[in-house]
């Protein structure tokens, strides 16, 4: 079954075309790596899945379901982790917890419990004091917990330490043993290449590579860094040239 679908989606700001016919299609049980640098189409593709946006062109289904017209149904299904994360300041991380507990049907309080504490997090202080990293650990929290058949977060890692960072694949992996599908959006090649088994690389709105991981990886002396420079190697020598 697949969870995620999109064919020939399209959308674009003014003249900046961001989805250029966008074949996406995850299916149930992946931990799917959906990576690219800033400005590729990353996150414009996870406004539109949510339906925050509406396409100009193509189709989208989340669990078979329109994005826009079936919102709240598919919304229940889902825990979202947004690239660009703001808390209510004046509420506590608990508060926060407890708020986004109900939004999404309800979380495993046990479960909380058990990440709250492998993540070092205090519960007990407003989301104003937070560092950037301890509110990415409200989210992380919040969404593992939940009772939710789909992850989608968008560079979730952002403004963690590496033994927080090393926690997050973990949880990530039982997410995926729980029968939880994953969206994950990163430009960290180390990162999808630890906890992803299926990539799928998207350039100037287009997806340019996907498949399993391993299949991509199988021709021997292989990797994630040398597959991504299939795609981004010109980018990157032009930058190059441009400091030189």
């Keep these: 079954m697949n969870i995620i679908q999109t064919n020939n989606l399209q959308k674009s700001f003014g003249k900046t075309k961001a989805l250029q016919g966008l074949n996406l299609t995850v299916e149930q049980g992946q931990t799917y790596g959906f990576i690219g640098p800033n400005g590729s189409g990353k996150s414009t593709t996870i406004r539109v899945l949510l339906g925050l946006i509406n396409p100009d062109g193509g189709t989208a289904e989340v669990f078979g379901k329109n994005p826009v017209q079936d919102a709240v ?38 479960r909380q419990a058990e ?12 989301c104003r004091s937070y560092s950037k990293g301890n509110r990415q650990k409200v989210a992380l929290v919040a969404a593992f917990s939940a009772k939710v058949e789909l992850l989608i977060l968008d560079e979730p890692t952002s403004g963690l330490d590496p033994l927080m960072e090393l926690i997050f694949q973990n949880c990530l992996r039982e997410a995926t043993k729980n029968g939880q599908t994953v969206l994950l959006s990163s430009h960290i090649l180390s990162e999808v290449e630890a906890v992803c ?35 981004y190697g010109e980018d990157l020598a032009k930058a190059g040239e441009r400091h030189d």
């Excluded at 709250?116 to 007990?124: A, I, N, P, Y």
């Excluded at 997806?207 to 002396?221: F, N, T």
Aim: proline share 4%; hydrophobic share 40%.
């Design 73 to 110: 149904e598919i919304h229940k299904r889902i825990a979202y982790i947004p690239g660009e994360l703001a808390l209510w300041p004046n509420l506590t991380g608990g508060e926060v917890l407890d708020f986004l507990g109900r939004l999404s049907g309800g979380a495993d309080q046990k």
């Design 115 to 126: 990440l709250v504490e492998r993540f070092q997090l205090d519960l007990s202080k407003k």
């Design 197 to 231: 088994d299926t990539l799928g690389i998207i350039r100037q709105g287009v997806l340019v590579e996907s498949g399993k991981l391993s299949e991509l990886k199988a021709i021997p002396g292989t990797t994630l860094e040398e597959i991504f420079l299939k795609h």
